[in-house]
């Protein structure tokens, strides 16, 4: 391949390279305005094959660890998607109606349709190119007249399955049965609420993402899905079932619906991340279980990773993605392993609801096997403290 050609076999313009980006999501629009951002002669397009107002689900949320990283590619347009998100510091477990708060445990959140309406307005006044309601119909002419085409097309991509054979995906699909809603119904932190009927044992995952509307995810294991009849309800009976269930959480508010069918999660996880002039980022590369809150974020950071790369490459397209896939590829394999180590807890969390309170939050927060007593020291010391306190006197009522 000589200097002045491309992977997909044509020759860049004097280095202004043609990025065709498709799929409009978090991880599609970030990384068109960073890199169009850094590159302003390159031409950069996002094609979304949905209207500009569709999405799925509610609100995201992102740890503030997580937050600063996706933060630093570019602070000052970060901050602007800032100013429209909810912050928090604590994380709640309720468990036997007890409300246990974990310190140390600082959270953001913006609805979905507000995060992409933000980052439209970023795009555009960065000159990237956005298409809505445009489905790419031929993968193998976009990349015959791209000069590097980014896969950002989410978990169901049809980039990585018109190469499934180059990128090697891996699917499983967990046990547990989970849907997603909405409530007017606002929560002051990122809470995890267990509740146990006749039927077996529930999780609602749930905090506010504007000052007026929470996220709120319900989830059971199989069986107990199977019992409360939950595969037979529509949706109208389900969510009657969830409010219910949640009634002393809801405060009177019903859950409201967005294509809110009961799923399993796939954890999708591809071999190769690249072919050719073709790379994947976010969640058509691998997905990340929504009990971490790190699925926006990692596609957020895959995005600053390849535009950096990119940039770094001054056009040089293969090293470009060489440098993406060195630099990223540890530091997702890290996260992943964590990540199976807390969908694993949730698949048995109902093994647990023996537990007290707080004995409960602490085999939570050790879930993924990589949080010491001595870390969890140093990130929660009211909640050790008080785990402490609840430990003996356990022992001294003996």
């Given at each position: 391949?000589?200097?002045?050609?491309?992977?997909?076999?044509?020759?860049?313009r004097?280095?202004?390279?043609?990025?065709?980006?498709v799929?409009?999501?978090?991880?599609?629009?970030?990384?068109?305005?960073?890199?169009?951002?850094?590159r302003?002669?390159?031409t950069?397009?996002?094609r979304?094959?949905?209207?500009?107002?569709?999405?799925?689900?509610?609100?995201?949320?992102?740890?503030?660890a997580?937050?600063?990283?996706?933060?630093?590619?570019?602070?000052?347009?970060?901050?602007?998607?800032?100013a429209?998100?909810?912050?928090?510091?604590?994380?709640?477990?309720?468990?036997?109606?007890?409300a246990?708060?974990?310190?140390?445990?600082?959270f953001?959140?913006?609805?979905?349709?507000e995060?992409?309406?933000?980052?439209?307005?970023?795009c555009?006044?960065?000159?990237?190119?956005?298409?809505?309601?445009d489905p790419?119909?031929?993968?193998?002419?976009?990349?015959?007249?791209?000069?590097?085409?980014?896969?950002?097309?989410?978990?169901?991509?049809r980039?990585?399955?018109?190469?499934?054979a180059q990128?090697?995906?891996?699917?499983?699909?967990?046990?547990?049965r989970y849907?997603w809603?909405?409530?007017?119904?606002v929560?002051?932190?990122?809470?995890?609420?267990?509740r146990?009927?006749?039927?077996?044992?529930?999780?609602?995952?749930?905090?506010?993402?504007d000052?007026?509307?929470?996220?709120?995810i319900v989830?059971?294991?199989?069986?107990?899905?199977?019992?409360?009849?939950?595969d037979?309800?529509?949706?109208a009976?389900?969510?009657?079932?969830?409010?219910?269930?949640?009634a002393?959480?809801l405060?009177g508010?019903?859950?409201?619906?967005?294509?809110?069918?009961?799923?399993?999660?796939?954890?999708?996880?591809?071999?190769?991340?690249?072919?050719?002039?073709?790379?994947?980022?976010g969640?058509?590369l691998?997905?990340?279980?929504?009990?971490?809150?790190?699925?926006?974020?990692l596609a957020?950071?895959?995005?600053?990773?390849?535009?950096?790369?990119?940039?770094?490459?001054?056009?040089?397209?293969?090293?470009?993605?060489?440098?993406?896939?060195?630099?990223?590829?540890?530091?997702?394999?890290k996260?992943?392993?964590?990540?199976?180590?807390?969908?694993?807890?949730?698949?048995?969390?109902?093994?647990?609801?023996h537990?007290a309170?707080?004995?409960?939050a602490?085999?939570?927060?050790?879930?993924?096997?990589?949080?010491?007593?001595?870390?969890?020291?140093a990130?929660?010391?009211?909640?050790?403290?008080?785990?402490?306190?609840?430990?003996?006197?356990?022992?001294?009522?003996?």
């Open positions: 391949m000589g200097q002045d050609e491309c992977p997909g076999g044509r020759e860049r004097g280095g202004r390279l043609k990025i065709e980006v799929g409009g999501g978090p991880a599609g629009l970030w990384f068109a305005f960073l890199l169009k951002r850094r302003s002669g390159w950069v397009r996002v979304e094959q949905n209207p500009a107002t569709a999405t799925y689900g509610f609100g995201v949320v992102l740890s503030d997580g937050r600063e990283r996706v933060r630093s590619a570019a602070p000052a347009a970060f901050d602007r998607l800032a429209r998100m909810e912050r928090w510091a604590d994380l709640t477990i309720v468990h036997r109606d007890e246990v708060p974990i310190d140390g445990n600082g953001s959140s913006i609805g979905r349709l995060l992409l309406r933000g980052l439209h307005d970023l555009r006044d960065a000159g990237v190119s956005l298409r809505f309601d790419v119909t031929s993968l193998a002419e976009l990349r015959s007249n791209a000069d590097l085409v980014v896969g950002a097309d989410g978990i169901n991509s980039v990585r399955a018109a190469l499934e990128f090697r995906p891996r699917t499983e699909l967990l046990a547990n849907a809603y909405g409530t007017r119904q929560f002051e932190t990122l809470t995890l609420t267990f146990s009927n006749p039927d077996g044992a529930f999780v609602a995952h749930h905090y506010r993402y000052p007026a509307m929470s996220t709120f989830e059971c294991d199989a069986e107990t899905w199977a019992r409360g009849g939950l037979n309800l529509d949706d009976a389900a969510r009657r079932y969830c409010e219910t269930l949640f002393p959480d405060g508010h019903p859950l409201v619906s967005n294509r809110s069918e009961w799923r399993r999660f796939p954890v999708l996880a591809c071999e190769r991340w690249r072919h050719e002039n073709v790379v994947l980022i969640d058509a691998r997905s990340v279980h929504f009990s971490i809150g790190s699925g926006t974020r957020m950071e895959d995005a600053g990773a390849l535009a950096a790369a990119l940039d770094e490459s001054g056009g040089r397209v293969e090293e470009g993605l060489e440098r993406f896939v060195a630099a990223r590829r540890p530091v997702v394999e996260l992943l392993a964590g990540a199976a180590g807390s969908w694993s807890w949730y698949e048995r969390f109902a093994e647990r609801m537990l309170p707080q004995e409960f602490y085999d939570y927060m050790t879930r993924s096997g990589r949080v010491s007593d001595e870390r969890l020291r990130i929660a010391p009211r909640f050790m403290r008080r785990l402490s306190a609840s430990r003996q006197a356990g022992s001294s009522g003996r």
